[in-house]
């Protein structure tokens, strides 16, 4: 019997998905990180953020990509929405800071109006539990420029306060487009702006 549960058990292990991002109730990880805003770096630190509201953690596969550039663009859009609510957005992709630089201060995407975090070393996509893929090699950007760097999957959390996720948008499970994950979480932090009242 107990070689038949630890079979089981082995066979859960390899057949359960590699990844799986962190869920609603969970404890985000915390994390302190060099950031953009603008253009000017600055080392932002999510306890910190969680201080004045809830927080809007987007992870996204890079910058100058169709889908980045259109969530870039759409949280900029709605950067005053989020403020009013309370809540910080910080992005977080593998992009160094030379290229999340000028992808923070460009009008047509992040337009200063909230900052991106440098996750090269990809250890803070993993502490959320996110799948990471390798460079590969050639890939180019919108631009022409090579990448050079691993993608991190498209997931949004919104933090609590107390620092528990309270939503979270997957392109992957919820075949999310990349200005939904903008959407959703507007609507998320507004409806805990109006039940803290």
């Known amino acids: 019997m107990k070689k038949l549960l630890l079979g089981l058990a082995v066979t859960t292990l390899f057949t359960a998905p590699a990844f799986a991002a962190l869920k609603v109730g969970d ?25 004045k509201g809830p927080a ?12 980045c550039d259109l ?6 859009e709605n950067a005053a929405k989020f403020d009013a609510a309370g809540a910080t957005i910080i992005g977080v992709s593998a ?15 992040c337009a200063g109006k909230f900052p991106i975090a440098s996750d090269e070393s ?10 990471t893929t390798p460079a590969k090699t050639g890939a180019k ?7 050079g760097h691993g993608f991190i999957e498209r997931v949004t959390f919104v933090v609590g306060k107390d ?13 999310l487009s990349p200005d939904q994950h903008v959407e959703k979480s507007l609507e998320m932090v507004q409806k805990m702006k109006m039940a803290s009242k």
């Open 27 to 51: 404890t985000a990880p915390d994390f302190s990180a060099t950031a953009s805003l603008g253009g000017k770096e600055f080392n932002f630190k999510l306890n910190e953020a969680l201080k």
């Open 56 to 67: 809007v953690v987007y992870f996204y596969p890079s910058a100058y990509t169709g889908g």
């Open 71 to 76: 969530e870039a663009h759409t949280f900029a």
């Open 95 to 109: 992009d160094n800071m030379e290229r999340l630089n000028q992808f923070a201060a460009d009008p047509n995407f």
């Open 122 to 131: 990809l250890k803070i996509a993993q502490s959320y539990n996110l799948e």
């Open 141 to 147: 950007d919108v631009r022409g420029v090579e990448i």
């Open 163 to 175: 620092h528990k996720i309270v939503a979270v948008m997957s392109s992957k499970q919820d075949k």
